[in-house]
């Protein structure tokens, strides 16, 4: 809890559109915590900038003097030190402009009804231990494919990268809650209703048991 409002995880495989069920959430009154925005603050920093391209070189400054997302992600892709290196360095200012957010929304918005973390590596990188409610996205293989097909992906890319995260059963078997996103908007939005109101209905019992 967070000021004694719950935090919900968003989870589930590439493509399956946890961001729009994220944003599903902040339509019924829940601070929706970008994680992926908040990377790209932390990559505009010029302290960061400076620091990554010490490591390694102008390769990862784009023409415009502000640092290639891509190029870094190349860099640290197949290369397992590099990674944790960089995350290392880079999830911790991530997490502090996360709790800045959580802060300044609070202050805003008292009346937020839970925080979402919209987080792409949510169990991978432990986040997902310091969540209230856990709430898995489970879209079919075959959308999921189609979607990634726009940015480029086949579906050798698709196992590629998903086989670097954790098993989606497993992820799944630790959620508390499931949302099908089948591609049925209104469908969706009903079932985001429910779990939120399950979810804030579990976390209020667990608080006044405390």
């Not at 069920?21 to 400076?50: K, T």
């Not at 925080?115 to 990188?125: G, K």
């Not at 469908?187 to 019992?205: C, E, F, M, N």
Request: proline share 4%.
């Amino acid at each position: 809890m967070f000021h004694g409002k719950p935090i919900i995880g968003i989870a589930g495989g590439i493509g399956s559109g946890k961001s729009y069920v994220a944003r599903l959430f902040g339509e019924l009154g829940c601070s929706v915590i970008d994680s992926d925005a908040a990377v790209r603050a932390v990559y505009g920093q010029p302290e960061v900038l400076r620091t990554l391209q010490s490591w390694w070189g102008d390769q990862v400054v784009l023409p415009d003097g502000t640092l290639d997302r891509k190029a870094i992600a190349k860099r640290v892709f197949d290369d397992a030190a590099e990674r944790q290196r960089l995350e290392a360095y880079v999830h911790p200012l991530v997490d502090r402009l996360r709790v800045d957010q959580m802060t300044r929304d609070l202050s805003q918005l008292p009346d937020i009804k839970a925080f979402i973390w919209d987080t792409p590596l949510l169990f991978e990188t432990g986040l997902y231990r310091q969540c209230d409610a856990l709430v898995f996205v489970d879209t079919p293989f075959e959308i999921r494919l189609q979607r990634v097909t726009g940015r480029g992906w086949d579906q050798a890319e698709l196992h590629r990268r998903e086989n670097l995260q954790w098993p989606l059963d497993k992820k799944r078997s630790l959620c508390n809650d499931v949302i099908v996103n089948s591609g049925n908007g209104d469908d969706a939005r009903g079932q985001v209703g429910h779990v939120l109101s399950r979810i804030l209905a579990r976390t209020s019992k667990d608080t006044d048991s405390a």
